[in-house]
């Protein structure tokens, strides 16, 4: 790898950190709002959802032009691709926090419940997923990638176990049907954030072991 091609996957690096951060934060700001029934928290991370785009826009034409001008082949292309990859997967993190942040305005409306499930909880594991996914990427280690895959069978779980409190609650008190579809659908976008981290994690597996996670069979009895 060139002195010069080195020096740019390292600002890579360093900028899907800082976009990491950002997203991070923007869905801790989405659960924040939807436990305070905060309408204004929640268009707040709305608004910030454009900075998110445009670092997304950015990293990737990075990538881009580093593939245009140094041509990488072997482990240096499989670095770029994730790049690019995973750039998406964080943009598309913060695409679900704008979601979480609108059931805060639609909650504020409505009467106020206890939620239904610990959404702090669940985000909370979460949001060590997306850290931990990124940071396996600039580690490029294999095994802290593994471990976020195995921790969304935890996250899984966990919203299967919010619908089912949320349809044994419907049923009892369909007076509720309105708000506890909002917290409904804070679940499976805290879900689909951590399939993204999944994603993430198994790009890295790809780049440091050259296995696909995703379609790889155990061959323990």
Request: aromatic share 0%; net charge negative.
């Given at each position: 790898m060139s002195i010069h091609?080195?020096?740019?996957?390292?600002?890579?690096?360093?900028?899907?950190?800082g976009l990491c951060g950002l997203v991070e934060q923007q869905i801790a700001d989405a659960v924040r709002a939807v436990l305070d029934r905060d309408p204004d928290l929640g268009d707040q991370v709305e608004q910030k959802d454009q900075a998110i785009d445009r670092k997304e826009i950015e990293i990737e034409e990075s990538a881009l032009k580093l593939l245009a001008l140094y041509q990488p082949v072997a482990l240096d292309l499989r670095f770029v691709i994730a790049f690019i990859k995973i750039n998406?997967?964080?943009?598309?993190?913060g695409d679900l926090a704008v979601n979480i942040a609108r059931k805060a305005r639609n909650l504020s409306l409505l009467e106020p419940i206890r939620p239904p499930f610990?959404?702090?909880v669940m985000w909370q594991g979460v949001k060590t997923m997306v850290r931990d996914s990124v940071?396996?990427?600039i580690q490029t280690n294999a095994d802290l990638?593994?471990?976020?895959c195995h921790r969304d069978e935890e996250v899984d779980r966990q919203k299967r176990s919010a619908r089912q409190m949320i349809e044994k609650l419907i049923?009892?008190?369909?007076?509720?049907?309105?708000?506890?579809?909002q917290y409904l659908s804070v679940s499976r976008n805290l879900e689909?954030?951590?399939d993204h981290a999944t994603n993430i994690a198994e790009d890295v597996i790809y780049l440091a072991r050259g296995q696909i996670h995703r379609h790889h069979v155990s061959t323990t009895p």
């Open positions: 091609m080195h020096r740019e996957i390292e600002q890579l690096k360093g900028a899907l950190l998406s997967d964080l943009e598309r993190i610990d959404v702090d940071d396996s990427l990638a593994a471990d976020v049923a009892e008190q369909p007076q509720l049907v309105q708000p506890l579809l689909r954030a951590a």
